[in-house]
Structure formats: structure tokens, C-alpha cells
């Protein structure tokens, strides 16, 4: 069992953080990133205990810990110091008691709104100072006060406290939602997850400067990790769900589709259907839905058959109702959907289930699921599909994925596979980075792991400053057929050394491997350096766990392996020939780049 | 509870929380005794405390506590 997945114990984790930290410091491979705290309050433990639940999530931290309370001073005026840590994330530890100005109950409504936006423009100015670093900004919102002297009128008044935090929680919102890379920590959610009682513990903040109890901080820990990995692009994209008892009650087989329990004539019955409704909301977001469950596929399609049943068959990617082993029918789902296992979650109700995918599969997240009416909340406290943002292309995603079915399919009624590529009548679109297509180039970069020669990450700061700039060649592309659009699946950063053009990304997304489109990326790759007297190309290879399948790419474009180290990393040396001819012969390109 | 079966649980947390089985404390053990036994940890220390013991500490008790002396002689006080 994992400690540290919900629903945790809290007083176990701080006691065994030490023993925590060994284990979780064993695994090998994992991206390190630095991590700048700065303090509204005491963070002392707030940085061991983020170690734990980031080492968990697959990133090892380096930190910077600001002094205390000095979050605006340090960020307003650095001294050099943060620069030079040159942060991946800053997280600002903020919390209501860093407010320093409350309105009084005499205070008129003109007073009261000179205050909030003296307030309000303190914690913007910090986090705004933070974003100049180039990287992802966290900044807390505010905990609701613990005591209001005029009572429920604080809500309503001016000069309330209470409206007060609500309106400058408003206001941060709407910050936070006009300002990329910045994102907001829902603390005042946490402490009405606990309670105000409970979370906003006044010893820990008189005696020892904690902003709430000690046994809340690995939940705060907890949900500041799931933003960061959302960051990194370390979130879990697809869910495997069993049937009988778990989204619906009883045994479909058994009792028929009438008989199974789902919809509001029962007390079971609702809980299923809105659990159903919580993972039909993850799929709206991009999480991509499939079935593992042991049944003959007739009977489990009859379920989804029902009126009242929220989820329908073909909100599923993958519908695996069979008797093979689930942990088989999840590593075949993987292949089929080419993401790896350990970007699955695994839901199901029977222990001995759950046992065998974690032994046969470790990677992938296997919650505990007790009664249905908790099963909403156990996936959603584990956080594994935080979002930080969310394009067009997250919530086509499904539909994507469905097109590649098709594609797929279509594939079998070809002699050949080329001949199979010619007719998806594929264009692309190929140019350089521009702002308007900027967010969605730097989630591609951030989350790409199959096909990513470096596995370098940049921040939406990094991918703007390259737009324009003559250091730089970038590429972008985009893939359309006769099946639907695909959106930008591929990027390129070539950094400019005289005559030669040092590749230091180069990512692709799975959704369109084995269509020749790294082949028609290089091809204009090479045009953009023609067009600018670039002779030679250097390329590199980084091995993580997940990119072994590209360890031979360069090569088989014509690279030569120039260096090799006892690690794995390789470079390579193209000379562009005065006779290039196209390595693609399947994709049109087309002129202007289409919208996201 | 008397008072070394407080002495053994407070050892317990000891123990837990400096991932040590072998610690052994004494009510004449100080945090110059322990290296890892900071002030951050000394809270973490009392908050255990406060759950195996089901009792909570006020902010005049957690002050002057100088060694595992003052300490037991505190969890004794509270739940007696």
C-alpha cells in the first residue's frame, strides 16, 4: 500500500518521513527540478514534506527556502539569489495571515475598498515579481478568518472580514485566470475540506507560525504536488474501469440490465450514477475512459444501453469485457492506445483485483475503492488528473483517439502500408513558434515522453522568448487527414551556432507515430535551414525510461553518431547535402497555420 | 498510564520519527543528545504525542521544555 496515496494518515507520514524518504529516494531516473518556496509562514516542514509527495509523483526536488514572511520582499527586490537558484516552479506559502490590513466593523464601504485593493495589489505585484524567473508561479488564495466578530453580516458587509477574503479570493481568480504560467493553490477549498476548526489550528500559528494544523500539512503538501506534476506533464492520462460494482451495483450477467442498480430509484443506485457523472467529467477534460472487466461483452454493453446510464458506450476509447486477466487486457490497452501502463488508474471494487495489478503492474495507480458512495472522492482527492490548463486539443482528445481507432481499422484493407498513408490524404502545417499557438507548443513539450530526443522542459517564458528570436529556428507542426485533425503533434528547437543548427527538442506526440511526420519535420527543417545559410545540423540523444524508442532515431535519418557516453547520451552531425531531396512523400503541406 | 509506560510509547515516537529502533531515551535526553532533534522536529514530536496520548498541548505547555524530563512530566499532568 502506498502511504502517501489518499486516503492517507497523516500523523503517520510526519512520523515516518525519515524512512519515507529513503524509500522514495531509491527510485532511479527521476527529472530533478528546483523548487523556490517562499514563506508567508512557517514552511520548515512544508519542504520535507513536498519532497515525499513529489518523489512519489516521479520528480526530485531541489529547493530554495526563502527567509520567513519574507515572500514579497524576496520577490520584489531578489538580491540575486533566486536568480541564481534559477527555479523550475516558485510557490509562494501565503495564507490569511499575511493580510495585513482587515477592514473594522466602522469601516465604510469606500475604506473597505481602498484596503482591498491595497491588499489585493501587494500579493499581485509577488507574483507577478516571480513570474520574471520564467517559470511556473503558485500562489495560495486565502483562508477564510477563524473568528468574525459582527457574525453571518460579515459576509454580506463591506467591512466584513469574511466578504472581504471571498472578494479578494475573486480577484485572484480572475488574476490567475489572465495570467499564464501562473496558478492558484485553493486553500481556502482545503480548509473547508477540513473544516475551519480543524485546519486553522491557533496554536500552530501562535506557537511555531504554522498557517494551519500540523496534521493538515501533508494534505496541503499533497495538493501543492498535484499541481506541479500537472506542470510537468506527470499527470495519469487514461482510466480502466471494471463494471459490476463499480459503476453500476451487481452483477450484470446475473441480473440483467434491468436489475443492476444505477439511476435515482435507489440510494445505491444514485451514488453509482453520479459517480458515473464524475468520471464522464474527467473524460470531458481529455482522461481517456476505457473498460476492463470481467464479462461477455453483450451483457456489459446492455448496462451502457440503459436510458438512465450517464455513461454511454462510446465515451469509451477501449471496451475490454472478456475473461482475460484485467492486468493483461490493461498492458494491451496501452499498446493500443500507445501511452504507457503507468499513465493508467485502475478502478475497481475487489481487493484481489486491485492486489494483482499492483503486483504485475507497478506503475499504474490502483486507489482504494470501498463503497461507491466514496468512489468519487477517492479519485478525486489522489488528484492524478489535476489540471493547470486545458485546450482545445485536451478535450478532443477522446475523439482523436477514436479517429486513430478508425485509422487503425482502415489500415487492414491495404496492401500496403504506404499505400495504406496515401490514402488518409494527410496534410500538415509547418511554421515557426508564434504567440498564439505558444500554450499549446509548451504543454506538448512538458508532457511528451515516447517520442522526445532530450526530454528537455521549457517554460511558456522560454517557448515565447524563442518566437522571433534570431538564436532560434523553431518548428511546429500540424497533422490533418480524412479521418479528422489532429491539432499540433510536433515541435522542433534548433539553437543557432553559426553555420550549424544544434537540435535541443525534438518531440512528437504517440497520436502520430508511423505517419512519416517526423520525416515531413525534417524535411522543413532542413528548408528553414537552407533558407538561412545553415550548413550542418547536430542532434541528441538523452535516454529516459519511457524514450527508448527513439535511442536510434538520428540514425535512421541520415545522422552520424559522433559521441557516445558509458550513460547512453549520444550526439550525431548531419551535413545538409546541396541535394536534399524530401524524406515525406505522404503529407501535403498546407500554407497557414489552422486555429487551435 | 504510569510513568515508564509513558517513558516506553514517548520512546516509540522517538524512534518512529528518527527512523532509529535502537534509540534509547532517558528524561535527562535533550535535543543535544539527538542530532536531528531541531525545532521543526520537536513540533512534529508533539504532535504525535498529542494523538497516541489523545490529549492537546496549550501554547503555555509547549514552552520550556528542555529535555524528555519536562516532557513526560507534562503528558503525566494532562492525562492524569
Known amino acids: ?596 | 498510564m504510569d510513568k515508564n509506560q509513558i517513558l516506553d510509547a514517548v520512546q516509540n515516537i522517538f524512534r518512529d520519527n528518527f527512523d532509529d529502533d535502537t534509540l534509547v531515551i532517558t528524561p535527562a535526553t535533550s535535543a543535544q543528545d539527538i542530532e536531528d532533534w531541531d525545532s521543526l522536529e520537536q513540533i512534529n514530536l508533539l504532535t504525535a504525542m498529542e494523538k497516541k496520548f489523545g490529549i492537546k498541548f496549550k501554547l503555555e505547555d509547549v514552552r520550556n521544555l528542555n529535555n524528555v524530563g519536562d516532557i513526560l512530566e507534562l503528558i503525566a499532568r494532562l492525562s492524569a
Open chain 1, 1 to 596: 500500500m502506498n502511504l502517501l496515496s489518499y486516503p492517507f494518515d497523516s500523523g503517520e507520514i510526519l512520523q515516518k518521513k525519515r524512512r519515507l524518504k529513503k524509500m522514495l529516494n531509491e527510485k532511479e531516473g527521476l527529472p530533478e527540478k528546483r523548487i523556490a518556496i517562499l514563506s508567508g509562514s512557517t514552511i520548515g516542514e512544508i519542504q520535507n514534506l513536498l519532497e515525499l509527495f513529489l518523489l512519489d509523483n516521479g520528480i526530485r526536488p531541489v529547493f530554495h527556502q526563502g527567509e520567513y514572511s519574507l515572500f514579497y520582499e524576496e520577490l520584489v527586490f531578489d538580491d540575486g539569489s533566486l536568480k541564481a537558484f534559477a527555479p523550475d516552479i516558485i510557490y509562494i506559502h501565503t495564507s490569511s495571515r499575511n493580510i495585513r490590513h482587515w477592514p473594522s466593523p466602522a469601516a465604510s464601504a469606500q475604506e473597505a475598498e481602498a484596503l482591498l485593493e491595497d491588499e489585493y495589489s501587494r500579493f499581485e505585484k509577488a507574483a507577478l515579481a516571480g513570474l520574471r524567473f520564467g517559470c511556473p508561479v503558485i500562489l495560495n488564495n486565502f483562508d477564510l478568518p477563524v473568528t468574525r466578530p459582527m457574525g453571518n453580516y460579515e459576509a454580506s458587509s463591506p467591512a466584513g472580514k469574511v466578504r472581504f477574503v471571498r472578494r479578494l479570493n475573486e480577484k485572484l481568480a480572475q488574476l490567475a485566470d489572465n495570467t499564464p504560467n501562473l496558478y492558484l493553490q485553493d486553500l481556502a477549498y482545503l480548509q473547508a475540506q477540513f473544516g475551519m476548526d480543524s485546519f486553522s489550528d491557533q496554536t500552530a500559528w501562535y506557537a511555531y507560525k504554522y498557517c494551519c494544523a500540523i496534521d493538515k500539512l501533508p494534505d496541503l503538501c499533497c495538493n501543492l504536488a498535484a499541481i506541479i506534476k500537472s506542470c510537468f506533464g506527470l499527470n495519469k492520462k487514461a482510466l480502466a474501469l471494471d463494471l459490476d460494482n463499480t459503476l453500476w451495483g451487481g452483477i450484470i450477467g446475473d441480473d440483467g440490465p434491468e436489475g443492476i442498480q444505477l439511476g435515482s430509484e435507489s440510494p445505491t443506485g444514485m451514488a453509482y450514477s453520479e459517480f458515473q457523472q464524475y468520471i464522464k467529467d474527467l473524460g470531458q477534460m481529455g482522461v481517456l475512459l476505457n473498460v476492463d472487466s470481467k464479462n461477455e461483452p453483450a451483457n456489459a454493453k446492455e448496462g451502457f444501453a440503459r436510458e438512465d446510464s450517464v455513461l454511454k458506450e462510446e465515451d469509451f476509447l477501449c471496451f475490454k469485457a472478456n475473461w482475460e486477466p484485467k492486468s493483461q487486457n490493461l498492458s494491451a490497452m496501452a499498446k493500443e492506445i500507445n501511452i504507457l501502463p503507468e499513465s493508467f488508474v485502475f478502478v475497481d471494487d475487489n481487493p484481489a483485483e486491485r492486489e494483482i495489478i499492483r503486483q504485475q503492474l507497478p506503475g499504474v495507480a490502483v486507489p482504494e475503492m470501498t463503497a461507491p458512495e466514496e468512489y468519487a472522492r477517492v479519485l478525486d482527492r489522489n488528484r492524478y488528473f489535476e489540471v493547470t490548463t486545458l485546450s482545445a486539443d485536451d478535450r478532443n482528445r477522446a475523439r482523436m483517439y477514436k479517429e486513430n481507432y478508425q485509422r487503425t481499422a482502415a489500415q487492414e484493407n491495404f496492401g500496403s502500408y504506404e499505400e495504406y498513408l496515401k490514402s488518409l490524404e494527410m496534410t500538415g502545417g509547418f511554421y515557426p513558434f508564434d504567440m498564439e499557438h505558444a500554450p499549446r507548443i509548451t504543454q506538448l513539450i512538458n508532457k511528451t515522453n515516447q517520442f522526445n530526443l532530450t526530454t528537455r522542459r521549457y517554460s511558456a517564458a522560454q517557448v515565447e522568448g524563442m518566437i522571433q528570436s534570431p538564436e532560434y529556428i523553431t518548428l511546429y507542426g500540424q497533422l490533418a487527414d480524412k479521418f479528422g485533425d489532429n491539432g499540433i503533434v510536433s515541435a522542433i528547437i534548433g539553437h543557432r551556432e553559426d553555420n550549424n543548427l544544434d537540435i535541443e527538442l525534438w518531440i512528437m506526440s504517440c497520436r502520430t507515430f508511423k505517419r512519416q511526420m517526423e520525416f515531413a519535420m525534417f524535411d522543413h527543417l532542413v528548408e528553414a535551414c537552407r533558407n538561412s545559410g545553415i550548413t550542418t545540423l547536430t542532434g541528441h540523444y538523452s535516454p529516459t525510461p519511457k524514450n527508448l524508442l527513439v535511442q536510434d532515431f538520428y540514425g535512421t535519418i541520415g545522422f552520424e553518431e559522433t559521441e557516445c557516453d558509458d550513460q547512453g547520451n549520444k550526439s550525431y552531425l548531419y551535413r545538409i547535402p546541396e541535394d536534399f531531396s524530401p524524406m515525406c512523400q505522404v503529407i501535403q503541406s498546407q500554407s497557414n497555420p489552422t486555429k487551435e
